[in-house]
């Protein structure tokens, strides 16, 4: 399958976050949609809707099918969607016994907005622990170095001296919050064709999406959320948040470590031209990527409208967005853990 | 004083919410600047930092003092913030005897964002108070004529039909919880000159902030956040959340009208060229105002890194983005209002 | 007429442009509307369309009406637009003789984009004179202190020293270059009501526009441009370019002021809290300007695709930010000016 | 060498330009720099600043050297350019008697945004021929099916009938226009440390920075651009309004292909749920490209204030921006060549 990635060419090195990456690549896609597939038939079978056998059956095929990826690219291009061609090609496995109890009353949306919340649930738990490593990392900095007296400064004028301590207060205290407040609502999406889900999946309907989030370790919604987005918003959000703290960081570094200021010292950054410098490639980084990711965030908010019953366009642009915004937050928290471990106080 | 507010021409009668811009008009600004340096005598007052004789001469002094707009509007250019000089102003006022008491250890930004926070808890209540008009308005929609058999509509193309009380609930349940969520925390700021409240105010920095707090009926924080601008960035949120919630409402509408459809009809909106064309202006407008609240809140959002312990360029920012995105998402929901009791069945 | 124009409380001081202002007030905004009538009026009188009674009658009418301001501001929110209303009034105005020779042919946004077409010459008019101030005070700055050694820096480190001439000179280029390159086409808009002016205008239309385009110092385009608003999207981007380079002058500055770099310093900007501080607020105004123009120029090209045969949506989208992007262009471009003016050497 | 390019999943058949891609990736990123590179060597062996020896070695060892792409990661990241890798291992490769001579008087940004500009005129030369093969395109669509009479629709109403060749004359004029202007200013960067390449190149900056120009085929600039992005601004603003006049095609269609009103249809498009339907995938495809491209372009444009000589930050944010504007539009002009060979009548 030849997929293709958007290529950065060198500065991908700045949006480097193999971990997170490896959750938006095809192959995790693939596998996260037959995991909600899975989980779909045997709610399914709990209601009595799919037979035991059919449930078997599609366990097995669920599980690292031989799939034709040239076909799911082809499909994904003609249809917008790769399930309906996953779909075809899972049923031709499974066979004219079980074919049409595979992706029962599903839409397309169900399986692919769940697949994505399973891994952005993964996304959290990763970005959570940096979160934590990273406010450890600067509790050790104020214990080591704290009592540091440094230049406060307002309007970019020197205001008045306080200590190392302080600055670094300013910096916790939102992280930690931050923190707190990892996201840690991911809805199962699971409404049929046009998210009135008793007209497609009965009686039923509730017991399974029950049992389906639990299987999934997701949350049960109210109401299929199709074209209300404000799911992913809200984590982009924090993760807009997030990127901009680690921001501010860098962005008080590169000051602290000017020349004339030189309050702080960054190990790394070479010029080609001048062998005296010593550039401040992470702080600046992390400015760099506060800002990327404040722009593909805005992105994503600006494909929260979806008109009728699901709007292709707008799902399509969260599609470009959300990663892009989800990588350069963990690209960030990646580049600040090397920041704060390459800061050594000036002499 | 001469003002000089952002002319929008004809159009500004889109954006035209006369509520919400009157807090943002130079007068309310200056009335909660006033309203928040006299809680701050106050608290000193309690404190025993400043004498009784102060209080009474500061709280006479803020009741609508003559004060010179000319200069205040000169100040404000020069100094980049206009407290500077309404201190000086506010000081010659009460003479020698009192001046060092008012605006003592707070520093310009202290007053600025605390009587933005009062402004934008009036706000809160006034959106909150439509929300639930809107609500109710929607409500009586579906009870109406919400058995009204419809075409839902996936990708632009026909789905399957379903009933205007199933399309009036995807429009209500984003702007229910939103009602649920609507914001209430609005911190005071006192962090003095450089966000270390207790070199400024002493012991009783605690005592102060916690009843300027309750006076002023904002909350405390834990910290200054001189520099951690997420309360704003959170409130812009919901408004993004919201303007675009009620710009579903318009998107949908304005293919529920087209002539083809007509499933409904919206009275209003002739062409000057074409008497038989009826257009849907009001729900281009909510359309209109999402995309341009959605603009501004990322423009609010960039402005989230402040670097140092003040910054001019970022903090100056907000105060372009952040009223812009209000009053378009007040604006928005007049509309709403407006659009739904225009709306009727087709025939 | 109570237009209701943007308040930005004291922050508008910030955007303050009181002569760009004045052209996008609605008083303005009508007068434009009125002159573009009147040609109209004119060029159909040559081609014998019209009669010279009704062009006389429809001249003298033109020349500031007695409008129902609170009819057209009603009007103007209904329909979308302001052009139906003014047309009625205008033709009860012009009696039943004349009334039909009034608007004669046209759509609301022939006579819209036209108007905004008139008034965007005298923005790059204004823009251009100042533009060539700016050069000129650059020119005398490099020529007075120019000798002066400072620090070229590179990734905010110090990289080799260069002169005050060699940094002006940065400064100035792209400045020159947006000098020589201001707008200068401004098409005239004249369509009808779907943009087939063949159908609407007849066999005169070429002639009508011809005409109209040389009494109005417009250009005369290829075809109507109702939905291709490329022509709007080159002036901001040169708002953008002229906001930027003259940001990159704040920025620059921010850092030669900043104390322990001392290259230069700037009269201005006291601290409410910090006596000894000198703000360099108008060096951080211009990062402010630049960033501001940035983001509603980036609303505007995002509002340049315009679905059908005419926007709703789109059009409106562009009355919000165009005007917002050319203020903010302009206040930059008198804060250029003005910091210029204060710049010293440090000692 | 493990690059890591930002992956999409499946949503990255969207934006699938494998011409435009494999430009922007690394392997193209490194040889095009050693093209600069040996063209520096060339010039200036041409006035005798480097030997006819050097030059040879040069020449030898810049083609398709074996070079340690794990430690150009590596510098890429440490460094924030990969330049002072390279230029380490090549000067290895190239021995002592001559590694001297190797990016003598040059700076990383010389190297770097040269070798940007060379890949950007290949990718103008791609998207001006698929240009020219679209405007065939259309032009084909008039002559077969412009006389079928459709409805003009204006604010989304129905407003009068024309004819297809009308509706695609609205397309192909912004098309045509923007063919003429595909952009062909492509300058070369040599400026050296800080700009200033007298004091680095000496007496024969002209003469080599003409030569480089010349044998790579760029343009020789006035002066170098490290700080004044206008260039690169101004490709991007043709790739937004390249990307938008496609995405409008898209939105038409969009609307034409609405079940009720079927003026046209658009083969390909399979829902999983809903074997009746006929999604227009190609067409939203360029309406999520014209919003994407858009988003990312005001990226790059809020990149284009450099401060100081050289700015790490805007730099690399560029890095992220363009190449991603410029995929879009090459995904955006594959797409639209696919959906004009899609379109039907309807009957």
Redesign the interface.
């Known amino acids: 399958m030849s ?16 971990t997170l ?2 959750m ?3 192959k ?2 693939l596998a996260a949609m037959l995991q909600v597939e899975h989980a779909l038939a045997q709610a399914q079978a709990g209601t009595g809707e799919i037979g035991a056998a059919a449930l078997s059956a599609i366990t097995a095929a669920c599980h690292d099918p031989a799939l034709d990826h040239g076909a ?2 082809k ?10 061609e996953l ?1 075809r090609q899972m049923r031709a496995l499974l066979g004219p016994d079980h074919a049409a109890s595979f ?1 029962r009353g ?3 949306q169900d399986i692919i907005d769940t697949a994505l919340m399973l891994r952005l649930k993964q996304v959290c738990t990763v970005l959570g622990a940096r979160l934590g490593s990273i406010l450890e990392d600067l509790g050790d900095l104020a214990s080591q170095h704290g009592g540091q007296t440094i230049m ?9 001296p ?1 200590t190392l301590a ?1 600055k670094v ?2 910096w916790a ?2 992280l930690r ?1 931050l923190a707190n407040q990892t996201p840690s609502y991911f809805p199962l999406q699971l409404g ?5 889900p008793a ?2 999946f009965g009686a039923n309907h509730q017991t399974s999406a029950q049992a389906m989030a639990e299987a999934l370790g997701l949350s049960a919604p ?2 299929p959320w199709h ?2 987005r ?1 799911a992913l ?2 984590i982009a ?1 924090w993760c ?2 997030l990127a ?2 680690l ?2 960081i860098g ?2 570094v ?2 602290m ?5 030189a309050e702080l010292r960054l190990t ?7 062998p005296h ?5 992470a702080a ?2 992390l ?2 990527l ?3 990711v ?2 593909q ?3 994503l ?13 707008a799902w ?2 969260e ?3 959300l ?2 915004a989800i ?1 350069g937050t963990g690209a960030a928290s990646l580049t600040a853990i090397e920041l704060i471990s390459n800061l050594r106080l000036a002499a």
């Not at 049929?192 to 009135?196: L, V």
């Open positions: 997929w293709h990635p958007l290529p950065l060419g060198m500065a991908s090195a700045l949006l480097a976050d193999e990456q490896a938006f690549a095809p995790a896609e799911l690219a499909g994904m291009r003609r249809d917008g969607v790769v399930v309906p779909t992706h599903a839409t397309s406060a400064r307002t309007r970019f004028q020197n205001a008045l306080f302080d207060q300013t205290l939102p919050d049929g064709p046009i998210g009135m007209s497609t109210a109401q074209t209300d404000r918003g809200n959000h807009q948040q901009t703290a921001g501010k962005a008080d590169m000051i470590v000017q020349n004339p200021v790394g950054g070479v010029s080609s031209a001048m410098k010593n550039n401040p490639v600046e980084a400015v760099t506060a800002r990327y404040t722009a965030t805005a992105l908010q600006s494909a929260s409208l979806h008109e009728n019953e699901r709007s292709g366009v399509s642009l599609w470009l967005a990663p892009a990588i």
